[in-house]
């Protein structure tokens, strides 16, 4: 079973307690749903990895770090396990991360995603600033100085 | 090159005893219908997209002509294999071969000058259009190819308005993000792209375009020879360069060749009709997108109802995102349905629509016209960049008696990874012929490409069987069960949405699999 957010606990138990009639609590869980993912609600979480599955078997789809941090778990989705592997971004259980993302909305429920991921002096943007995973990178042509890669 | 040598082998020595691993299930039938190496004749306009072994984007759009005998005798495709090369590859076909079985499928292989090839298995919609995937295992990628005009293989012919959708990715500092453009240009029949409209969802970009004026360009067909044996030219336009193969004076495939990122997809001529005001656009719908969201692959498939005055109704919507699947009805949990036909971009098409539902939030879309039937479509949710088709959808009920038949069909999507894979994307092509019974009622063949299994990755001539149930009038989304019998044998539970009798769009909506696709009633020659 997968690891829930405490961000997304907490938001789940700030519904449950919070007094309003059913048809509010519904009319709220919309506005209070986090939409997309925006820059301005942004936070740093730093845990140490209590386990790392790369080959993303947990929903949603890809690279998934479960981390202790002084708040309880956290389960971080990594975005694509591709890219990490493409650019040898190793994670192991131990390891203490330094993770810059959000909270948001995943079908009915909620999930907190990384946009940048860092391990000891390597860091890893591995989110666009719209919150979409990147896919990998070419190295720069000699030619045309031009990029590529995919999603 | 050995494994594509070894591929080839396997299948020309066994392809309709098929060497994929077949596993417990479902017998492939025997071949039927009047399909032969004679229906693939002429000169055939295609394209492409997946992904290469890496994971990195490739496409591909070109042109061949078979003979009707088995014999490909040249061929001419742009290639873009963002994993490979950072510039794309014109690649020149000078032999190859195919075979049609009789119930449409088919298989296409082509040599090229410089000693590579490629392969493709198929399935013919009919003697005009059909369906591709890539199995020689250098990618996982599908596409479709049209029965081409040479006689339309001029410049002149590319004039009037056009439609477009393209998708694909857009460069980053140092990786690539979703990328999808819809929009309508307008060619002067005389090398001038003088404008249009165009809406762009890039994931490296803070937020979608909004409606945004493209900028003149011009278009030219190759002078080498190409433009008139091929239909091959390239074009310019809203700070983008492109190559296109004309498949007649309808239509063209395109793909994108500059420093900004890689796309690809059709632009369609526009109709004389097409809905310029609310009350124009009325009636059901029915759309399927694919692309990405903040958690990864995702598919979305819906209709509703237009009533002409600006309200949306009857929604039925459902959702595949990383593996999350979720359904929508219309109920009091809907509102704000509304759409807009763009009267301030009069003349272009553009029309919007948006719903909220009470425990998924508000979806938001933008479309183009194509026709009062036909339209592109792009999602504008929040944190999605995702685009599609979108087809009105005949009257129901829609009934098993009057859609049985023979289909061809496509699927492609992401298998979200197993005890023995790791998630990849995966596609499938094929043929099944759908009686009228109330279970049981699929049989067919399909043949696929999962690069993420590991051992084998190719599966072809494996059984397909299962049910389509179809729920009340059919309006809505319907079940759509198949059992492969490849191995390991896999079940696939599609939401399928009828566009008419003969057309569905399906989303899968199993936890291990973000596929979707299309199906369509075989004109059988």
């Given amino acids: ?151 | 090159m050995r494994r594509l040598l070894l591929l080839l082998t396997c299948v020309f020595a066994g392809y309709v005893a098929g060497c994929g691993g077949g596993g417990s299930g479902p017998t492939p039938p025997p071949p039927s219908g009047g399909f032969s190496n004679a229906s693939l004749k002429g000169q055939y306009a295609f394209s492409m997209s997946g992904v290469d072994t890496t994971g990195a984007f490739i496409a591909r759009t070109g042109s061949f002509v078979a003979d009707g005998n088995g014999n490909i005798t040249g061929g001419l495709e742009d290639v873009v294999s963002l994993g490979a090369s950072s510039s794309p590859a014109l690649v020149a076909f000078t032999t190859g071969t195919y075979q049609i079985q009789s119930n449409g499928r088919g298989l296409v292989v082509f040599q090229a000058s410089n000693g590579t090839g490629l392969q493709l298995n198929m399935a013919l919609s009919s003697t005009s259009r059909g369906y591709l995937v890539q199995t020689d295992l250098n990618a996982t990628s599908s596409g479709s190819f049209n029965l081409a005009t040479p006689a339309d293989f001029t410049a002149t012919n590319f004039t009037g308005k056009y439609v477009f959708d393209f998708s694909g990715v857009s460069f980053g500092v140092s990786s690539v993000a979703p990328l999808s453009i819809i929009g309508q240009v307008a060619a002067d029949g005389n090398g001038n792209i003088t404008g249009g409209l165009e809406d762009s969802n890039d994931g490296n970009v803070a937020a979608p375009s909004g409606p945004v004026a493209i900028s003149p360009g011009t278009y030219a067909l190759d002078s080498s020879g190409n433009g008139t044996a091929f239909g091959r030219g390239t074009m310019t336009f809203g700070g983008r360069a492109f190559a296109f193969y004309i498949v007649d004076n309808t239509r063209i495939k395109v793909i994108e060749e500059d420093l900004q990122g890689g796309s690809i997809g059709d632009a369609a001529q526009q109709a004389s009709t097409i809905p310029a005001a609310n009350s124009a656009f009325t009636g059901g719908w029915t759309y399927l997108v694919g692309g990405s969201t903040t958690q990864g692959p995702d598919t979305r498939v819906a209709r509703f109802t237009a009533d002409g005055n600006g309200n949306l109704g009857a929604i039925s919507y459902d959702e595949n995102n990383a593996g999350g699947y979720n359904h929508i009805s219309q109920g009091t949990n809907i509102s704000a349905a509304t759409y807009a036909i763009d009267t301030a971009n009069a003349g272009t098409g553009r029309g919007t629509f948006t719903f909220t539902d009470s425990g998924s939030g508000t979806f938001k879309y933008v479309f183009y016209a194509i026709s009062s039937s036909q339209a592109v479509v792009q999602d504008l949710s929040s944190g999605i960049v995702s685009d599609g088709s979108m087809l009105a959808q005949s009257a129901g009920p829609f009934t098993l008696s009057a859609s049985a038949g023979n289909y061809a069909f496509n699927w492609s999507g992401v298998q979200l990874g197993s005890n023995s894979a790791v998630p990849f994307e995966e596609d499938f092509v094929g043929q099944y012929a759908l009686s009228s019974a109330t279970s049981s009622n699929i049989s067919g063949v399909v043949d696929y490409v999962e690069l993420g299994l590991s051992g084998n990755n190719l599966f072809t001539n494996i059984g397909l069987s299962g049910t389509l149930t179809i729920t009340g009038d059919g309006t809505n989304n319907n079940t759509f069960k198949v059992l492969i019998s490849g191995s390991p044998s896999t079940t696939i539970t599609f939401q399928a949405y009828f566009a008419s009798p003969t057309t569905m769009f399906l989303v899968c909506s199993d936890n291990t699999r973000t596929t979707a696709g299309i199906t369509v009633q075989q004109t059988t020659p």
């Fill in chain 1, 1 to 151: 079973m997968r690891t829930r957010g405490l961000w997304a606990l907490s938001l789940a138990a700030t519904a449950l307690f919070s007094g309003a009639a059913f048809a509010q609590q519904q009319a709220t869980a919309v506005a209070a749903r986090p939409a997309g993912y925006d820059l301005a609600r942004e936070g740093t979480i730093v845990g140490t990895v209590v386990s790392f599955d790369p080959a993303g078997k947990n929903l949603p789809l890809g690279a998934h770090v479960v981390l202790q941090t002084s708040s309880g778990t956290l389960d971080v989705h990594l975005g694509d396990a591709h890219f990490l592997q493409t650019n040898n971004f190793s994670i192991k259980s131990g390891d203490t991360l330094r993770v810059i993302g959000e909270t948001v909305a995943y079908g009915r429920s909620t999930q907190f995603v990384a946009r940048v991921v860092q391990n000891g002096t390597r860091a890893l943007q591995v989110r666009s600033v719209r919150g979409l995973p990147l896919g990998q990178s070419l190295p720069k042509s000699e030619s045309n100085g031009k990029q590529g890669g995919a999603q």
